[in-house]
């Protein structure tokens, strides 16, 4: 091994560390060298480490595993993580805007308050927390069975194909979202433009729709989650 690979090498390893001073010294040396934007980072896994609040805002991570980490109030604007696996982390107030997150996995991830825009077709959320998120715009085939969107805003221009099934979307702001015959809703049938929309969103409607599926965020008994 070069000491090129070696350096890298360690420096990988320490951004799994629960460490935040830790993480910040490596990403603070792999920015230095360039890695963070070259790709060749691609497919490694920093699963478990704590990023909180960390700048990687244009960075090039495809298919990077950030499982179970901390990632609170992280920037990664405009950043390169197609592919990437956000399994059951911790993205409370992540700013993702205008980002590449196509085919990105965030299931049984907290992103409340977050921000995620731009490229998110294939997306999957299931049973993930998004509570009070800013969601748009490209969310074509993107998943969000099971998902907590109450309080969300919703905005796309293409949310085709997308799969709703059992999520919660009571006080979801849905803003220009295009939908078709195969986005299927919380109740689990297809759109059609004769649906009204706010049996999901307006919890004073008469026909308010809710889950009778107890592992549902959408049933009545679910507990909130902030």
């Known amino acids: ?80 993580l197609q592919g990437a696996k956000f399994l059951s982390a911790d993205l409370t107030r992540v700013m993702m805007d205008e980002s590449n997150l196509q085919s990105a996995i965030f299931d049984d991830a907290d992103l409340s308050g977050g921000l995620i825009t731009n490229n998110l077709e294939g997306a999957s959320f299931e049973r993930a927390n998004l509570r009070y998120a800013g969601i748009g715009s490209k969310l074509r085939n993107a998943s969000f069975r099971y998902a907590n969107l109450q309080d969300a805003h919703l905005t796309s221009d293409d949310a085709r194909g997308c799969n709703f099934s059992e999520a919660n979307l009571q006080n979801t702001k849905l803003r220009d979202v295009i939908f078709d015959a195969n986005t299927i809703l919380p109740n689990g049938i297809p759109w059609t433009p004769e649906i009204d929309l706010m049996i999901f969103t307006d919890s004073s409607h008469p026909n308010f729709w809710r889950s009778q599926d107890t592992a549902s965020p959408a049933h009545p008994n679910a507990k909130e989650k902030e």
Not at 9 to 25: C, E, F, G, W
Not at 50 to 65: A, G, H, T, W
């Open 1 to 80: 091994m070069t000491n090129e690979t070696e350096l890298r090498a360690k420096l990988i390893q320490q951004l799994s560390s629960h460490d935040p001073k830790v993480v910040m010294s490596g990403v603070s040396d792999l920015e230095k060298n360039g890695w963070l934007y070259d790709g060749s980072l691609k497919g490694t896994s920093f699963a478990g480490g704590n990023f909180y609040e960390l700048i990687l805002s244009e960075c090039n991570l495809p298919d990077v595993d950030f499982s179970r980490g901390c990632l609170h109030g992280v920037d990664f604007t405009k950043a390169n």
